[in-house]
């Protein structure tokens, strides 16, 4: 049954240096800060697992925080690319960066064969591409009943997912909704879970389409008001376009992106 924790507690109850970590949200509902609280204890050596990896990613491994990436498509939407990112696998700075590259489809059926209880997922999606020529977790596998060759991905069973989500009630069941990627599979996959939430209701009431995350699915969840700028949350907050923007020249400069991160993150305080 989830907690209702403070996000300094909840992060540091679950991460550990060396755990498989994904931090789950596709477009909207990132979990920024989340990702900061992590930065900010100074985990090292993480497998970081995620859909789309963007600016979230771009900081944590410009942070030195990841040893590892598994991931479908990087870069920084509508602007180009994560340019810490591009530093740790062409110069290996701050650190090496191991990558394991997937596409989406592969992505959501190996978190949904880890929320399963599957060892792996099967599907199509992987024909007529290289990508097995340079991920090992993609096999050739024949199907039994047709001898048609499809494709295998291993299940992802993170040590730790966190999303963030719209609202909690006091039990710790979480409700999200509007544009949602693979938050449920990843909860559901992993052996702990954190959700970060803009507030605590009495009552969670019907949306249409709502994921609705049961308590006993997660481990803790934290307010934290705007957790997910500069992404947003569907009723709650707009994206921060701008910021995107902007974070082009933040990031190209090492020293550039040092200087921001400890100023905007590493001197700011994890929310009470």
Request: with cysteine.
């Amino acid at each position: 049954m989830a907690q209702v924790v403070s996000l300094r507690h909840a992060i540091s109850s679950v991460v550990r240096d060396g755990h498989s970590v994904a931090l789950e949200g596709f477009t909207h509902l990132i979990p920024y800060a989340a990702a900061h609280e992590i930065i900010r204890q100074g985990q090292r050596d993480l497998t970081l697992i995620r859909m789309t990896p963007d600016l979230l990613y771009d900081q944590m491994i410009g942070m030195g925080c990841a040893s590892s990436l598994i991931f479908s498509w990087g870069g920084n939407p509508g602007v180009g690319s994560l340019h810490r990112l591009r530093d740790a696998v062409e110069n290996g700075w701050p650190g090496p960066l191991r990558l394991e590259e997937h596409s989406h489809a592969g992505m959501v059926n190996r978190y949904v064969a880890g929320a399963s209880g599957l060892p792996f997922a099967v599907l199509r999606g992987y024909r007529g591409t290289d990508l097995a020529d340079v991920t090992p977790t993609i096999k050739p596998i024949t199907c039994p009943f047709t001898d048609e060759e499809l494709t295998a991905v291993p299940a992802l069973n993170p040590d730790v997912s966190v999303i963030h989500a719209q609202r909690a009630d006091r039990h710790g069941n979480v409700q999200l909704w509007g544009i949602t990627g693979a938050q449920k599979e990843a909860v559901l996959a992993a052996r702990h879970a954190v959700a970060t939430v803009e507030e605590i209701v009495d009552e969670l009431d019907p949306r249409p389409g709502a994921v609705l995350l049961p308590t006993w699915a997660l481990d803790y969840v934290a307010v934290v008001p705007g957790g997910a700028h500069p992404s947003y949350a569907l009723g709650y907050s707009e994206r921060d376009n701008d910021f995107y923007v902007a974070w082009d020249a933040i990031s190209r400069d090492r020293e550039t992106f040092r200087t921001w991160m400890e100023d905007h993150v590493l001197n700011i305080g994890a929310p009470a």
